[in-house]
């Protein structure tokens, strides 16, 4: 059955996959939603968006993407709230990376009401697909392709737009270990660290191997040229607590994601008057912090994990270890207060969450 839907022309599929989910015991990942968004660029326009059955990708062996890389991605999350209204938290922020991604990597930008409008009708197409068992949520995935079927090197003309999505259930934040990388680099001044472009995880996986066989859980990536100022961990940005202030790595040097659970943390701490400073932090002032006690907490802020404590950070030789949770006094609660706005237990202040209806 064909239907229109505002601007989104959506063809449904006739059986659904739901079944396959037990909201009890989500597998991250396993089963995707019934639908798929898909929009194609070509000869300089994009072509409506459409909603259709979730299905494989049919293409060319030449397809630009698979030889020269040119792929970007986002990470969003739904949520669904007590009273069954579903949410997404802060997409318009992740449109804008999108593009600042796309432009990086010499990709079309996709246009707004492509990319927000198909991901409200197709979140809304799939709302039964909403987990709404407790910390859980819909992980929505936008992302674009090269799709030019050539195997020279040129700037791509063709690109595929697409959004999948699949349930995550209540992610358990065991404590961390880190291991303080300073041997392999993620990003350098005028790369592409800033951007959500796939050859950055694909370049930190073996590194990222390497120190899990050591019994460590991420890296914490210093910068690519001296080796000495902090930048981020895996798939998050880094916050420290030392004596009473909160520091972070500043973004100006475009080496960083711009996390927005990392703008939102900023946002609330600032909210509560906890002194926080974006700057430049090296891990020389980590690891004397550690030694005179005054590092109080350590943790990272992403979409996956939203706040990951870290107990521990291993640099060369040396093991920071971090106080007992039990005593960590902003963190947790920092945690709490997201997660409470986004199931709609807390006032949304800060106009963070798009509602689907
Ligand atoms: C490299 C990297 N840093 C930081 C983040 C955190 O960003 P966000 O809070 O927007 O998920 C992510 C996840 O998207 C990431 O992949």
Not at 57 to 65: D, E, I, K, V
Not at 101 to 130: Q, T
Request: aromatic fraction near 10%; glycine fraction near 6%; proline fraction near 4%.
């Amino acid at each position: 059955m064909n239907t229109t839907n505002m601007t989104t022309k959506i063809n449904r599929a006739t059986t659904s996959r739901i079944d396959q989910v037990d909201e009890n015991d989500i597998k991250f990942a396993s089963v995707y939603s019934d639908h798929m968004l898909v929009s194609d660029y070509d000869d300089g326009a994009w072509q409506d968006a459409e909603i259709v059955p979730f299905d494989n990708l049919s293409m060319h062996p030449a397809t630009t993407f698979i030889h020269y890389g040119q792929a970007i991605f986002e990470g969003i999350k739904a949520y669904k709230t007590a009273d069954g209204k579903v949410r997404v938290f802060r997409p318009q922020d992740n449109f804008r990376r999108f593009n600042l991604s796309a432009k990086r990597m010499a990709m079309a930008e996709v246009p707004e009401h492509i990319f927000m409008n198909g991901l409200h009708d197709l979140i809304s197409s799939d709302k039964d697909w909403v987990p709404s068992t407790e910390g859980s949520s819909l992980y929505i995935r936008p992302f674009m392709f090269a799709a030019d079927e050539f195997i020279g090197i040129k700037p791509p003309t063709k690109f595929k737009f697409m959004i999948i999505t699949t349930p995550a259930g209540a992610y358990y934040n065991k404590p961390i270990r880190i291991y303080v990388q300073d041997k392999y680099c993620r990003a350098f001044p005028g790369g592409v660290g800033f951007a959500k472009a796939a050859g950055n995880y694909g370049a930190a996986m073996q590194p990222t191997v390497e120190v899990q066989d050591q019994g460590f859980d991420q890296n914490l990536w210093l910068d690519g040229i001296e080796k000495k100022y902090i930048q981020e961990i895996g798939t998050m940005n880094v916050f420290f607590v030392v004596g009473d202030k909160v520091i972070t790595p500043s973004l100006e040097d475009g080496t960083i994601l711009n996390g927005f659970t990392r703008a939102s943390v900023i946002q609330l701490l600032k909210d509560r008057n906890i002194e926080i400073e974006e700057r430049k932090i090296s891990i020389d002032e980590i690891v004397e912090a550690s030694k005179s006690g005054e590092l109080k907490e350590a943790f990272g802020a992403g979409t996956a994990a939203v706040i990951a404590p870290i107990a521990e950070m291993h640099y060369q030789g040396t093991d920071m270890v971090l106080p007992a949770q039990e005593e960590w006094q902003i963190s947790p609660s920092i945690k709490q207060e997201l997660a409470d706005i986004r199931y709609g237990k807390a006032e949304d202040k800060h106009n963070w969450m798009f509602d689907i209806n």
